[in-house]
């Protein structure tokens, strides 16, 4: 099955650069790969999705590309603020199924 | 509108009782998944309803797990002879169709937390 990586430690950035979170996944390219934001005590909320013939997705600040051949994508804020602090989870389909299974999420702290 | 709803917020319970879970879905979706998450961990897909028929039941963790759905709208997760190991964050979504298209994403609920002492 499907294994998804995401890096469990936690990326400190300062307000106004740019944060890159990375997911890796193991197995076949899936049909498309979601990012989503966990805030504590939340359910996640979803922010991009990103299909296979898709090389890069924009929505405002955030921005997510997507390499077949690494088998990895990026996320990324730009312009970061403390607001985004939250976990970012992503996920991907796997098994054949379209229902996504979801990575551990990397947690991210901006400082003002 | 509303979003999706879960109760209770928080469950304490003994270890051997039963519990349910209820999920209110955004109103005309027809799938609705159920997941788990442990502390510091990911989303465990457990089951999930296109309409109110379960095809894949296979994360389910044992027969002590069960869901249903009716009317095409609130769920039910059921744990029966609840065990330490259940305790965790139960998070209900729902999304319009059961396959993901191009915006077709899930819409979580705030989870209930479980605790089995």
């Known amino acids: 099955s499907q294994k998804i990586e995401q890096n469990s430690e936690a990326l400190n950035i300062q307000e106004g650069k740019t944060a890159t979170l990375t997911c890796n996944y193991t197995?076949?390219?899936?049909?498309?790969l979601q990012w989503y934001r966990q805030d504590p005590g939340r359910g996640p909320v979803f922010l991009l999705l990103?299909?296979?013939?898709?090389k890069e997705k924009r929505k405002e600040r955030l921005k997510v590309t997507f390499d077949t051949t690494l088998k990895q994508s990026l996320f990324h804020i730009t312009a970061s603020q403390p607001a985004d602090s939250a976990t970012y989870l992503c996920a991907l389909p796997s098994g054949g199924s379209y229902i996504p299974t979801f990575g551990r999420g990397t947690s991210l702290i901006v400082h003002p | 509108g509303a979003g999706v709803s879960q109760s209770p917020s928080n469950k304490v319970t003994e270890k051997g009782k039963d519990v349910e879970l209820r999920c209110d879905p955004i109103s005309g979706h027809t799938a609705l998944y159920w997941y788990r998450q442990r502390l510091g961990q990911g989303l465990e897909f457990l089951i999930y309803f296109q309409g109110n028929s379960a095809p894949d039941k296979s994360g389910l963790p044992s027969d002590r797990f069960s869901a249903e759905r009716t009317g095409e709208s609130v769920s039910t997760l059921t744990i029966q002879r609840t065990q330490q190991e259940d305790s965790a964050v139960y998070l209900c979504a729902s999304s319009l169709l059961e396959r993901v298209t191009s915006y077709n994403e899930q819409f979580f609920g705030p989870g209930t937390r479980l605790t089995v002492l």
């Open positions: 197995n076949y390219s899936p049909a498309y």
């Open positions: 990103i299909r296979e013939n898709e």
